[in-house]
Protein backbone atom coordinates (compact mmCIF):
# COMPACT_ATOMS: atom_id res chain seq x y z
CA UNK A 1 0.00 0.00 0.00
CA UNK A 2 1.28 3.38 -0.42
CA UNK A 3 2.70 5.34 2.07
CA UNK A 4 1.20 8.76 0.91
CA UNK A 5 -2.28 7.07 0.90
CA UNK A 6 -1.74 5.80 4.50
CA UNK A 7 -0.75 9.73 5.70
CA UNK A 8 -3.27 11.14 3.82
CA UNK A 9 -6.06 9.00 5.69
CA UNK A 10 -4.47 9.17 9.40
CA UNK A 11 -4.11 13.57 8.72
CA UNK A 12 -7.60 13.51 9.35
CA UNK A 13 -9.21 12.98 5.58
CA UNK A 14 -11.10 10.26 6.36
CA UNK A 15 -12.91 9.66 9.62
CA UNK A 16 -11.90 6.84 12.44
CA UNK A 17 -13.17 3.79 10.59
CA UNK A 18 -11.10 4.93 7.76
CA UNK A 19 -8.37 5.36 9.68
CA UNK A 20 -8.10 1.93 11.23
CA UNK A 21 -8.49 0.09 7.73
CA UNK A 22 -5.90 1.44 6.16
CA UNK A 23 -3.48 0.79 8.93
CA UNK A 24 -4.77 -2.55 9.63
CA UNK A 25 -3.52 -3.10 5.64
CA UNK A 26 -0.07 -1.09 5.95
CA UNK A 27 0.28 -3.33 9.09
CA UNK A 28 -0.49 -6.54 7.69
CA UNK A 29 1.73 -5.87 4.93
CA UNK A 30 4.56 -4.62 6.35
CA UNK A 31 4.40 -6.94 9.80
CA UNK A 32 8.13 -8.49 8.52
CA UNK A 33 9.57 -5.30 7.13
CA UNK A 34 12.83 -3.99 9.24
CA UNK A 35 14.79 -2.38 6.54
CA UNK A 36 12.49 0.79 5.10
CA UNK A 37 13.55 2.50 2.01
CA UNK A 38 15.08 5.63 2.99
CA UNK A 39 13.43 8.02 -0.15
CA UNK A 40 10.25 7.78 2.43
CA UNK A 41 11.69 8.81 5.65
CA UNK A 42 9.72 11.91 5.67
CA UNK A 43 6.55 10.52 4.98
CA UNK A 44 7.11 7.90 7.80
CA UNK A 45 7.96 10.36 10.26
CA UNK A 46 5.39 12.72 9.76
CA UNK A 47 3.07 9.28 9.69
CA UNK A 48 4.40 8.46 13.19
CA UNK A 49 3.54 12.04 14.48
CA UNK A 50 0.04 11.77 12.99
CA UNK A 51 -0.50 8.48 14.66
CA UNK A 52 0.65 10.14 17.70
CA UNK A 53 -1.91 12.79 17.69
CA UNK A 54 -4.74 9.83 17.25
CA UNK A 55 -3.25 8.24 19.85
CA UNK A 56 -3.79 11.08 22.54
CA UNK A 57 -7.67 11.39 21.90
CA UNK A 58 -10.36 9.12 22.85
CA UNK A 59 -10.53 6.46 20.22
CA UNK A 60 -11.77 3.36 20.03
CA UNK A 61 -10.05 0.59 21.06
CA UNK A 62 -9.62 -1.52 18.05
CA UNK A 63 -8.23 2.04 16.57
CA UNK A 64 -5.79 2.15 18.97
CA UNK A 65 -4.50 -1.35 18.82
CA UNK A 66 -3.96 -0.27 15.04
CA UNK A 67 -2.59 2.98 15.56
CA UNK A 68 0.03 1.29 17.57
CA UNK A 69 1.29 -1.56 15.49
CA UNK A 70 1.26 1.02 12.70
CA UNK A 71 3.32 2.72 15.26
CA UNK A 72 5.54 -0.43 16.51
CA UNK A 73 6.81 -1.39 12.91
CA UNK A 74 7.61 2.21 12.28
CA UNK A 75 9.60 2.30 15.73
CA UNK A 76 11.98 -0.29 13.78
CA UNK A 77 13.53 2.69 12.00
CA UNK A 78 15.75 4.74 14.41
CA UNK A 79 15.56 7.10 11.88
CA UNK A 80 12.23 7.88 12.05
CA UNK A 81 12.30 8.46 15.63
CA UNK A 82 13.48 12.27 16.18
CA UNK A 83 9.86 13.11 16.61
CA UNK A 84 8.57 10.36 18.45
CA UNK A 85 11.23 10.64 21.74
CA UNK A 86 9.53 13.35 23.26
CA UNK A 87 8.60 13.95 26.41
CA UNK A 88 4.88 14.30 25.42
CA UNK A 89 5.02 11.34 23.24
CA UNK A 90 6.90 9.06 25.66
CA UNK A 91 3.75 9.93 28.54
CA UNK A 92 0.88 8.99 26.14
CA UNK A 93 2.31 5.73 25.35
CA UNK A 94 3.21 4.80 28.72
CA UNK A 95 -0.89 6.27 30.07
CA UNK A 96 -1.62 3.78 26.95
CA UNK A 97 0.35 1.15 28.87
CA UNK A 98 -1.66 1.63 32.53
CA UNK A 99 1.96 3.03 33.62
CA UNK A 100 0.42 6.37 34.81
CA UNK A 101 -2.34 4.61 37.57
CA UNK A 102 -0.65 3.31 40.53
CA UNK A 103 -3.89 2.20 42.48
CA UNK A 104 -6.27 0.92 39.55
CA UNK A 105 -6.15 -2.20 39.05
CA UNK A 106 -6.23 -4.32 35.89
CA UNK A 107 -9.68 -5.18 35.03
CA UNK A 108 -11.19 -4.17 31.92
CA UNK A 109 -10.08 -7.15 29.39
CA UNK A 110 -10.65 -5.44 26.26
CA UNK A 111 -7.92 -3.15 27.05
CA UNK A 112 -5.16 -5.79 27.55
CA UNK A 113 -4.22 -5.87 23.51
CA UNK A 114 -4.11 -2.01 24.02
CA UNK A 115 -1.44 -1.95 26.99
CA UNK A 116 0.73 -5.03 25.37
CA UNK A 117 0.90 -3.25 21.93
CA UNK A 118 1.99 0.38 23.67
CA UNK A 119 4.62 -2.06 25.58
CA UNK A 120 5.58 -3.24 22.47
CA UNK A 121 6.63 0.35 21.26
CA UNK A 122 8.01 1.44 24.45
CA UNK A 123 10.04 -1.45 24.09
CA UNK A 124 11.32 -1.05 20.11
CA UNK A 125 11.70 3.45 20.83
CA UNK A 126 13.93 2.61 24.24
CA UNK A 127 16.02 0.22 22.30
CA UNK A 128 16.56 2.23 19.42
CA UNK A 129 16.78 5.32 20.86
CA UNK A 130 19.34 6.70 23.60
CA UNK A 131 17.25 10.03 23.77
CA UNK A 132 14.45 7.64 25.19
CA UNK A 133 16.79 6.07 27.32
CA UNK A 134 17.34 9.04 29.27
CA UNK A 135 13.87 10.22 29.17
CA UNK A 136 12.65 6.76 30.73
CA UNK A 137 14.84 7.86 34.04
CA UNK A 138 13.20 11.38 33.99
CA UNK A 139 9.76 9.83 33.39
CA UNK A 140 10.54 7.29 36.41
CA UNK A 141 9.70 4.70 34.01
CA UNK A 142 11.05 1.49 35.70
CA UNK A 143 9.08 2.70 38.83
CA UNK A 144 5.69 2.32 36.96
CA UNK A 145 6.68 -0.67 35.48
CA UNK A 146 7.18 -2.14 38.90
CA UNK A 147 4.20 -1.18 39.88
CA UNK A 148 2.62 -2.73 36.72
CA UNK A 149 4.01 -5.82 37.73
CA UNK A 150 2.67 -5.63 41.02
CA UNK A 151 -0.90 -5.03 39.26
CA UNK A 152 -0.39 -8.84 37.06
CA UNK A 153 0.07 -10.86 40.39
CA UNK A 154 -2.65 -13.06 40.59
CA UNK A 155 -4.61 -11.65 37.38
CA UNK A 156 -5.58 -14.08 34.37
CA UNK A 157 -4.91 -12.93 30.86
CA UNK A 158 -2.20 -11.07 31.63
CA UNK A 159 0.34 -13.16 30.46
CA UNK A 160 1.74 -10.86 27.64
CA UNK A 161 1.47 -7.84 29.40
CA UNK A 162 3.78 -9.32 32.16
CA UNK A 163 6.07 -10.56 29.36
CA UNK A 164 6.17 -7.11 27.76
CA UNK A 165 6.75 -5.28 31.18
CA UNK A 166 10.03 -8.11 32.15
CA UNK A 167 11.17 -7.42 28.28
CA UNK A 168 11.11 -3.62 28.87
CA UNK A 169 13.04 -3.12 32.57
CA UNK A 170 15.30 -5.91 31.03
CA UNK A 171 16.38 -3.28 28.48
CA UNK A 172 16.05 -0.41 30.55
CA UNK A 173 18.77 -2.29 32.94
CA UNK A 174 20.67 -3.04 30.55
CA UNK A 175 21.37 0.62 28.11
CA UNK A 176 21.17 2.74 31.99
CA UNK A 177 23.45 1.91 34.23
CA UNK A 178 21.29 4.38 36.68
CA UNK A 179 18.39 2.96 36.30
CA UNK A 180 20.11 -0.41 36.82
CA UNK A 181 20.96 0.91 40.33
CA UNK A 182 17.55 2.46 40.69
CA UNK A 183 16.04 -1.00 40.31
CA UNK A 184 18.60 -2.60 42.48
CA UNK A 185 18.76 -0.36 45.25
CA UNK A 186 14.92 1.95 45.94
CA UNK A 187 12.32 -0.33 43.50
CA UNK A 188 13.51 -3.57 45.40
CA UNK A 189 14.27 -4.54 41.84
CA UNK A 190 15.71 -8.19 42.89
CA UNK A 191 12.80 -9.08 44.93
CA UNK A 192 9.88 -7.97 42.54
CA UNK A 193 11.48 -9.54 39.11
CA UNK A 194 12.58 -12.69 41.70
CA UNK A 195 8.81 -12.78 42.45
CA UNK A 196 7.78 -12.75 38.80
CA UNK A 197 10.18 -15.52 38.22
CA UNK A 198 8.50 -17.71 40.33
CA UNK A 199 5.24 -16.78 39.56
CA UNK A 200 5.86 -18.02 36.13
CA UNK A 201 7.07 -21.20 37.25
CA UNK A 202 4.49 -21.56 39.52
CA UNK A 203 6.78 -22.70 41.99
CA UNK A 204 5.49 -24.90 45.07
CA UNK A 205 7.27 -24.78 48.51
CA UNK A 206 8.34 -27.79 50.45
CA UNK A 207 10.88 -26.30 52.38
CA UNK A 208 12.72 -23.16 53.13
CA UNK A 209 14.74 -23.59 50.11
CA UNK A 210 13.74 -26.60 48.27
CA UNK A 211 10.51 -26.20 46.04
CA UNK A 212 8.50 -29.42 45.19
CA UNK A 213 9.59 -31.45 42.14
CA UNK A 214 6.45 -32.73 39.95
CA UNK A 215 7.49 -35.18 37.32
CA UNK A 216 4.05 -35.39 35.81
CA UNK A 217 3.75 -31.87 35.46
CA UNK A 218 3.75 -30.71 31.75
CA UNK A 219 6.06 -28.45 30.09
CA UNK A 220 5.58 -24.90 30.56
CA UNK A 221 3.40 -22.98 27.79
CA UNK A 222 5.56 -20.82 25.12
CA UNK A 223 3.82 -17.45 27.13
CA UNK A 224 5.52 -18.69 30.56
CA UNK A 225 8.83 -20.09 29.19
CA UNK A 226 9.33 -16.54 27.57
CA UNK A 227 8.00 -14.53 30.93
CA UNK A 228 10.50 -16.48 32.60
CA UNK A 229 13.08 -15.80 30.30
CA UNK A 230 12.79 -12.07 30.06
CA UNK A 231 12.58 -12.06 33.95
CA UNK A 232 16.11 -14.31 34.07
CA UNK A 233 17.45 -11.52 31.57
CA UNK A 234 16.23 -8.37 33.84
CA UNK A 235 17.37 -10.13 36.91
CA UNK A 236 20.97 -10.85 35.32
CA UNK A 237 21.47 -7.21 34.76
CA UNK A 238 20.21 -6.26 38.27
CA UNK A 239 22.31 -8.51 39.91
CA UNK A 240 25.59 -7.70 38.43
CA UNK A 241 28.60 -7.69 41.01
CA UNK A 242 26.88 -9.27 43.75
CA UNK A 243 29.73 -11.71 44.55
CA UNK A 244 29.87 -10.23 48.06
CA UNK A 245 26.77 -10.45 50.30
CA UNK A 246 27.23 -7.98 53.19
CA UNK A 247 23.59 -9.16 55.36
CA UNK A 248 21.36 -11.45 55.91
CA UNK A 249 18.46 -9.93 54.09
CA UNK A 250 20.85 -10.14 51.11
CA UNK A 251 22.13 -13.73 51.54
CA UNK A 252 18.11 -14.87 52.39
CA UNK A 253 17.24 -13.47 49.08
CA UNK A 254 20.06 -14.59 46.76
CA UNK A 255 19.53 -18.18 48.30
CA UNK A 256 15.98 -17.77 47.85
CA UNK A 257 16.50 -17.03 44.10
CA UNK A 258 19.06 -20.42 43.80
CA UNK A 259 16.46 -22.50 45.00
CA UNK A 260 14.14 -21.03 41.94
CA UNK A 261 16.67 -21.16 39.65
CA UNK A 262 17.59 -24.79 40.64
CA UNK A 263 13.83 -25.48 39.62
CA UNK A 264 14.10 -23.91 36.88
CA UNK A 265 16.94 -26.28 35.69
CA UNK A 266 14.79 -28.89 36.53
CA UNK A 267 11.60 -27.49 34.06
CA UNK A 268 11.57 -28.22 30.41
CA UNK A 269 9.76 -25.60 28.22
CA UNK A 270 7.38 -26.03 25.03
CA UNK A 271 10.28 -27.12 22.48
CA UNK A 272 14.13 -28.03 22.93
CA UNK A 273 15.02 -24.92 21.67
CA UNK A 274 13.14 -23.27 24.14
CA UNK A 275 14.16 -25.56 27.05
CA UNK A 276 17.87 -24.55 26.28
CA UNK A 277 16.78 -20.57 26.27
CA UNK A 278 15.54 -21.11 29.77
CA UNK A 279 18.56 -23.30 30.84
CA UNK A 280 20.88 -20.76 29.37
CA UNK A 281 19.61 -18.17 30.99
CA UNK A 282 19.20 -19.48 34.37
CA UNK A 283 22.93 -20.50 34.33
CA UNK A 284 23.71 -16.83 33.14
CA UNK A 285 21.88 -15.53 36.78
CA UNK A 286 23.34 -18.40 38.33
CA UNK A 287 26.70 -16.64 38.05
CA UNK A 288 25.90 -13.79 39.41
CA UNK A 289 24.40 -15.61 42.89
CA UNK A 290 27.53 -15.60 45.64
CA UNK A 291 29.16 -19.05 45.46
CA UNK A 292 28.28 -19.31 49.58
CA UNK A 293 25.01 -19.52 48.73
CA UNK A 294 24.58 -22.33 45.73
CA UNK A 295 24.86 -25.32 48.14
CA UNK A 296 20.88 -24.87 47.49
CA UNK A 297 21.52 -26.45 44.43
CA UNK A 298 21.85 -29.49 45.86
CA UNK A 299 19.65 -30.69 48.51
CA UNK A 300 19.03 -34.04 51.32
CA UNK A 301 17.27 -36.45 48.88
CA UNK A 302 14.39 -38.10 50.34
CA UNK A 303 13.41 -41.85 49.97
CA UNK A 304 10.88 -41.64 47.26
CA UNK A 305 13.32 -39.62 44.90
CA UNK A 306 14.84 -41.41 42.18
CA UNK A 307 16.54 -38.29 41.07
CA UNK A 308 20.39 -39.01 40.90
CA UNK A 309 21.85 -38.64 44.52
CA UNK A 310 25.38 -38.36 45.83
CA UNK A 311 26.17 -38.85 49.37
CA UNK A 312 23.15 -38.81 49.90
CA UNK A 313 22.92 -35.88 48.24
CA UNK A 314 20.02 -35.31 44.98
CA UNK A 315 22.46 -33.69 42.14
CA UNK A 316 19.69 -33.66 39.61
CA UNK A 317 20.27 -29.57 38.90
CA UNK A 318 24.31 -30.66 38.73
CA UNK A 319 23.57 -33.55 36.22
CA UNK A 320 21.46 -31.08 34.20
CA UNK A 321 24.19 -28.50 34.20
CA UNK A 322 26.43 -30.94 33.04
CA UNK A 323 24.64 -32.29 30.04
CA UNK A 324 24.14 -28.47 29.45
CA UNK A 325 27.75 -28.00 29.41
CA UNK A 326 28.41 -30.96 27.33
CA UNK A 327 25.58 -30.50 24.60
CA UNK A 328 27.35 -26.64 23.94
CA UNK A 329 30.88 -28.59 23.62
CA UNK A 330 29.16 -30.60 20.98
CA UNK A 331 27.87 -27.69 19.18
CA UNK A 332 31.26 -26.58 18.55
CA UNK A 333 30.81 -23.06 17.92
CA UNK A 334 30.26 -19.93 20.08
CA UNK A 335 32.49 -21.26 23.02
CA UNK A 336 32.94 -18.26 24.82
CA UNK A 337 29.32 -17.19 25.10
CA UNK A 338 27.70 -20.35 25.17
CA UNK A 339 30.17 -22.37 26.94
CA UNK A 340 32.03 -20.60 29.40
CA UNK A 341 29.40 -19.26 31.63
CA UNK A 342 28.75 -22.84 32.26
CA UNK A 343 32.04 -24.03 33.19
CA UNK A 344 32.68 -20.86 34.76
CA UNK A 345 29.65 -22.10 37.12
CA UNK A 346 30.81 -25.36 37.76
CA UNK A 347 34.58 -24.40 37.80
CA UNK A 348 33.24 -22.00 41.58
CA UNK A 349 30.57 -24.58 42.52
CA UNK A 350 33.47 -27.52 42.40
CA UNK A 351 36.13 -25.10 44.48
CA UNK A 352 33.61 -24.59 46.93
CA UNK A 353 31.38 -27.32 47.52
CA UNK A 354 32.80 -30.77 48.30
CA UNK A 355 29.77 -32.41 47.47
CA UNK A 356 29.65 -31.36 43.74
CA UNK A 357 33.51 -31.19 43.77
CA UNK A 358 33.14 -35.35 44.19
CA UNK A 359 30.10 -35.88 42.24
CA UNK A 360 31.24 -34.10 38.87
CA UNK A 361 34.84 -35.64 39.36
CA UNK A 362 33.42 -38.76 39.06
CA UNK A 363 31.00 -37.96 35.96
CA UNK A 364 33.83 -36.41 34.18
CA UNK A 365 37.33 -38.24 35.98
CA UNK A 366 37.09 -41.27 36.45
CA UNK A 367 39.40 -43.46 37.61
CA UNK A 368 41.64 -44.25 34.52
CA UNK A 369 41.55 -47.98 33.36
CA UNK A 370 42.45 -47.39 29.67
CA UNK A 371 45.44 -45.34 28.81
CA UNK A 372 45.96 -46.86 25.34
CA UNK A 373 44.62 -43.12 23.72
CA UNK A 374 45.41 -39.92 23.99
CA UNK A 375 43.79 -37.65 26.47
CA UNK A 376 42.23 -35.77 23.68
CA UNK A 377 41.36 -38.71 21.57
CA UNK A 378 37.76 -40.12 22.33
CA UNK A 379 33.94 -39.05 22.90
CA UNK A 380 33.77 -38.86 26.87
CA UNK A 381 33.53 -35.86 28.77
CA UNK A 382 37.28 -35.98 29.92
CA UNK A 383 38.32 -36.29 25.89
CA UNK A 384 36.02 -33.21 25.15
CA UNK A 385 37.33 -30.85 27.73
CA UNK A 386 40.90 -31.82 27.29
CA UNK A 387 40.87 -30.83 23.73
CA UNK A 388 39.67 -27.36 25.00
CA UNK A 389 42.82 -26.91 26.80
CA UNK A 390 44.41 -26.45 23.69
CA UNK A 391 41.86 -24.16 21.76
CA UNK A 392 42.95 -21.33 19.90
CA UNK A 393 40.83 -19.04 22.00
CA UNK A 394 42.54 -18.15 24.72
CA UNK A 395 39.12 -17.56 27.78
CA UNK A 396 38.05 -21.08 26.75
CA UNK A 397 41.33 -22.58 26.68
CA UNK A 398 41.55 -20.82 30.32
CA UNK A 399 38.42 -21.96 32.03
CA UNK A 400 38.52 -25.55 30.27
CA UNK A 401 41.79 -26.04 31.71
CA UNK A 402 40.84 -24.22 35.50
CA UNK A 403 37.92 -26.24 35.58
CA UNK A 404 39.52 -29.97 35.69
CA UNK A 405 42.33 -28.46 37.41
CA UNK A 406 40.09 -28.13 40.45
CA UNK A 407 38.08 -31.08 39.88
CA UNK A 408 41.90 -32.41 40.44
CA UNK A 409 41.90 -30.37 43.60
CA UNK A 410 44.51 -28.05 42.01
CA UNK A 411 47.70 -30.83 41.88
CA UNK A 412 49.63 -30.85 39.62
CA UNK A 413 50.78 -34.27 39.87
CA UNK A 414 46.61 -35.63 39.66
CA UNK A 415 45.98 -33.15 36.82
CA UNK A 416 49.21 -34.32 34.42
CA UNK A 417 47.63 -38.08 34.88
CA UNK A 418 44.23 -37.03 33.05
CA UNK A 419 45.06 -34.45 30.66
CA UNK A 420 49.06 -35.16 29.80
CA UNK A 421 52.14 -32.68 30.28
CA UNK A 422 51.61 -31.33 26.52
CA UNK A 423 47.79 -30.12 27.11
CA UNK A 424 48.40 -28.95 31.16
CA UNK A 425 51.77 -26.81 29.75
CA UNK A 426 49.55 -23.51 29.24
CA UNK A 427 47.55 -23.91 32.46
CA UNK A 428 50.99 -24.79 34.63
CA UNK A 429 52.85 -21.79 33.31
CA UNK A 430 50.64 -19.20 33.59
CA UNK A 431 50.42 -20.47 37.33
CA UNK A 432 53.88 -20.85 37.74
CA UNK A 433 53.55 -24.97 38.81
CA UNK A 434 56.21 -26.27 35.07
CA UNK A 435 57.89 -27.35 38.46
CA UNK A 436 55.13 -29.34 40.01
CA UNK A 437 53.27 -28.36 43.03
CA UNK A 438 49.82 -27.44 43.84
CA UNK A 439 47.56 -24.35 43.47
CA UNK A 440 46.33 -21.69 46.38
CA UNK A 441 43.08 -23.20 47.67
CA UNK A 442 42.68 -25.77 50.30
CA UNK A 443 40.84 -28.88 49.50
CA UNK A 444 40.27 -31.68 51.87
CA UNK A 445 42.68 -34.71 52.12
CA UNK A 446 40.89 -37.29 50.78
CA UNK A 447 42.78 -39.51 48.59
CA UNK A 448 42.70 -40.57 45.02
CA UNK A 449 42.71 -44.28 44.42
CA UNK A 450 44.12 -45.88 41.17
CA UNK A 451 42.67 -48.72 39.59
CA UNK A 452 44.72 -52.03 39.19
CA UNK A 453 45.19 -51.15 35.37
CA UNK A 454 46.38 -47.76 35.84
CA UNK A 455 48.94 -48.85 38.05
CA UNK A 456 50.57 -51.59 35.55
CA UNK A 457 50.62 -49.25 32.90
CA UNK A 458 51.98 -46.31 35.18
CA UNK A 459 55.77 -47.04 33.84
CA UNK A 460 55.06 -47.16 30.01
CA UNK A 461 52.64 -43.79 30.20
CA UNK A 462 54.59 -41.25 28.22
CA UNK A 463 54.26 -37.78 30.53
CA UNK A 464 53.94 -35.86 27.82
CA UNK A 465 51.04 -37.13 25.69
CA UNK A 466 49.12 -38.81 28.89
CA UNK A 467 49.16 -42.37 27.35
CA UNK A 468 50.83 -45.78 27.16
CA UNK A 469 52.90 -45.89 24.51
CA UNK A 470 55.12 -48.86 24.09
CA UNK A 471 58.93 -49.36 24.41
CA UNK A 472 60.79 -47.47 21.88
CA UNK A 473 64.07 -48.88 20.97
CA UNK A 474 66.94 -45.73 21.78
CA UNK A 475 68.70 -44.46 19.09
CA UNK A 476 71.88 -43.75 20.67
CA UNK A 477 72.32 -47.23 21.89
CA UNK A 478 74.34 -48.05 18.81
CA UNK A 479 76.35 -44.92 18.69
CA UNK A 480 80.22 -44.74 19.64
CA UNK A 481 81.08 -41.86 22.14
CA UNK A 482 82.24 -39.94 19.22
CA UNK A 483 78.68 -40.22 17.31
CA UNK A 484 77.24 -39.29 20.28
CA UNK A 485 79.13 -35.87 20.99
CA UNK A 486 78.46 -34.88 17.65
CA UNK A 487 75.16 -35.41 17.54
CA UNK A 488 74.70 -33.13 20.59
CA UNK A 489 76.98 -30.27 19.16
CA UNK A 490 74.74 -30.07 16.03
CA UNK A 491 71.44 -30.16 17.79
CA UNK A 492 73.19 -26.89 19.99
CA UNK A 493 74.08 -25.38 16.99
CA UNK A 494 70.83 -25.49 15.23
CA UNK A 495 69.34 -23.99 18.30
CA UNK A 496 72.07 -20.93 18.51
CA UNK A 497 71.09 -20.26 14.64
CA UNK A 498 67.41 -20.07 15.44
CA UNK A 499 67.88 -17.97 18.73
CA UNK A 500 70.16 -15.52 17.18
CA UNK A 501 67.57 -15.20 14.41
CA UNK A 502 65.33 -14.75 16.59
CA UNK A 503 62.80 -17.24 15.82
CA UNK A 504 62.65 -19.05 19.07
CA UNK A 505 63.62 -17.70 22.76
CA UNK A 506 65.09 -20.41 25.10
CA UNK A 507 63.54 -20.50 28.05
CA UNK A 508 63.55 -21.66 31.22
CA UNK A 509 62.03 -22.24 34.51
CA UNK A 510 62.88 -20.46 37.72
CA UNK A 511 62.52 -21.74 41.08
CA UNK A 512 59.24 -20.25 41.61
CA UNK A 513 57.86 -22.72 38.86
CA UNK A 514 57.07 -19.44 36.23
CA UNK A 515 59.04 -19.16 32.76
CA UNK A 516 62.11 -17.01 32.29
CA UNK A 517 64.40 -16.28 29.85
CA UNK A 518 67.06 -19.07 29.96
CA UNK A 519 70.14 -17.08 30.99
CA UNK A 520 67.73 -15.23 33.52
CA UNK A 521 66.45 -18.85 34.56
CA UNK A 522 69.81 -20.21 35.24
CA UNK A 523 71.34 -17.06 37.02
CA UNK A 524 68.34 -17.50 39.57
CA UNK A 525 69.17 -21.08 39.93
CA UNK A 526 72.85 -20.05 40.62
CA UNK A 527 72.29 -17.37 43.09
CA UNK A 528 69.83 -19.31 45.00
CA UNK A 529 72.22 -22.55 45.36
CA UNK A 530 75.00 -19.72 46.66
CA UNK A 531 72.85 -18.56 49.04
CA UNK A 532 71.73 -21.48 50.46
CA UNK A 533 75.76 -22.84 50.82
CA UNK A 534 76.27 -19.66 52.44
CA UNK A 535 73.03 -20.01 55.03
CA UNK A 536 74.99 -23.72 55.61
Known sequence: MELGAVLEAVEGRGGAEAVERVLARYNEENRAIFRFDPADEDKRKKLCEGILNILEKDTKTSC???????????????????????KRNLQILMRLAKLDTVEDPLERVSEFPVIVEALKC?????????????LSLELNLAAMLCNLLEKCKDQQFVGDIKCFDLRLLFLLSLLHTDIRSQLRQELQGVQ??????ESSLSVRWMEEYKAAEDRDRPPLSLQETDCAIEALKALFNVTLDSWNVHSETESHQFR?????????LLTTGPTEDKTEELHSNAINLLSNVPVSCLDVLISPSSQEETDIKYNGMNMGAIKILLDFMEKRIDKGSSYREGLTPVLSLLTECCRTHRNIRKFIKAQVLPPLRDVSNRPEVGTTVRNKLVRLMTHVDLGVKQIAAEFLFVLCKERVDSLLKYTGYGNAAGLLAARGLLAGGRGDHW?????????????????NINLITGHLEEPMPNPMDEMTEEQKEYEAMKLVNMFDKL???ELIKPMGVRPDGTMAPLEEAVSQYHTNKRDS???D
Open 64 to 86: QVACLEALRILSRDKKVLVPVTT
Open 256 to 264: YMAAILRHC
Open 122 to 134: LCNIIFNSAVAQK
Open 533 to 535: SDS
Open 192 to 197: VLTQAL
Open 499 to 501: SRD
Open 443 to 459: YSDDEDTDTEEYKSAKP
